[in-house]
C-alpha cells in the first residue's frame, strides 16, 4: 500500500512569490491534515479537512494560505505571497475517518523562504 | 488547553545504552498518548500508542507506560542501536469533535557505534 505522497520535497523561494504545495494521501482515507513544523519544533495542524469540507482551519493564517481539496482526494495547500518566517517543513498526513487515532504522515515538503 | 513537555535533546548516546525520553503532559479528561519518530529524511511513523491509565505501549523494543499520577509517558529502550538514530515526538491525543494531535517539540537521539 502507497503511504501519503508530497510533493515538491524541497522548494526555495523569495518572499513576496507564491508557493504550493501538494498532497495525495493513502487511498481510502477520509480525512486530511497539513501541519506546519517549525525548526526545532514539533508539528503544529494547520487545517483538517473531512473528504472536501474543510472542519478545523482555525489554526490556518487566511490572510496569506489557503487550502483546497476539491474532490475529496488530492489536498493543495499555497501560500501567497510568503514571508521569511514561512519557512518550514510543511507536513501532510490522513487517516481512515476523524476518529481514527492513527494519522499516516508524508515525507514533507522543506520551505526556504529567502 | 492540552500540551506536551519532552526532554530537552540532543540526546547522544553510546550502542547498546539504555534509553529514557521523558514525556509529560497536561490535558483535560483522558487523552491517547503516543510517541512518534522521524527517520532521517521520511515522515513521522507511529512508534507505539497507549489509550488509557497504565496501559504500556511496545514497538521494536520501546516501551512506555501511560501514568495518570504523574502524567508522563516516558519512552524507554534497553538496549539502542545506531538504526535508532531519529527524533523521537511525543503526543496527545483528545476527541474535540475528532482526534486532535498535540506534539512535543521533538528530542533529537544520535547512537554512536
Known amino acids: 500500500e502507497a503511504g501519503v505522497v508530497q510533493s515538491p520535497r524541497y522548494k526555495i523561494i523569495e518572499k513576496k512569490q507564491p508557493v504550493a504545495f501538494w498532497c495525495n494521501p493513502i487511498?481510502?482515507?477520509?480525512?486530511l491534515y497539513w501541519y506546519r513544523q517549525n525548526l526545532g519544533q514539533g508539528p503544529e495542524l494547520l487545517i483538517r479537512?473531512?473528504?472536501?469540507?474543510?472542519?478545523?482551519d482555525s489554526q490556518l493564517p487566511k490572510d496569506r494560505f489557503s487550502a483546497e481539496r476539491l474532490k475529496g482526494v488530492d489536498s493543495t495547500l499555497k501560500i501567497q505571497p510568503a514571508e521569511l518566517g514561512d519557512s518550514a517543513v510543511y507536513l501532510c498526513?490522513?487517516?481512515?475517518?476523524?476518529?481514527?487515532?492513527?494519522?499516516?504522515f508524508g515525507p514533507g515538503t522543506r520551505l526556504l523562504v529567502l | 488547553g492540552n500540551s506536551v513537555t519532552q526532554m530537552e535533546g540532543p540526546v547522544t548516546l553510546s550502542e547498546e545504552a539504555f534509553l529514557t525520553i521523558n514525556c509529560t503532559y497536561t490535558?483535560?479528561?483522558?487523552?491517547?498518548l503516543f510517541w512518534y519518530v522521524q527517520y532521517p529524511g521520511e515522515g513521522l511513523q507511529l512508534l507505539l500508542k497507549?489509550?488509557?491509565?497504565?496501559d504500556k505501549g511496545s514497538n521494536k523494543g520501546f516501551e512506555a507506560t501511560y501514568r495518570k499520577e504523574t502524567t508522563s509517558f516516558h519512552l524507554e529502550k534497553g538496549s539502542v542501536q545506531v538504526s535508532d538514530s531519529a527524533v523521537y515526538f511525543c503526543?496527545?491525543?483528545?476527541?474535540?469533535?475528532?482526534?486532535?494531535?498535540?506534539f512535543g517539540q521533538g528530542t533529537r537521539l544520535t547512537i554512536n557505534p
Open positions: 497507549a489509550t488509557k491509565a497504565d
Open positions: 490535558a483535560t479528561g483522558y487523552p491517547s
Open positions: 498526513a490522513s487517516s481512515l475517518d476523524r476518529l481514527q487515532e492513527t494519522q499516516y
Open positions: 487511498s481510502g482515507h477520509n480525512t
Open positions: 503526543a496527545l491525543s483528545k476527541i474535540q469533535g475528532a482526534q486532535k494531535l498535540v
Open positions: 479537512y473531512e473528504n472536501e469540507e474543510a472542519v478545523d
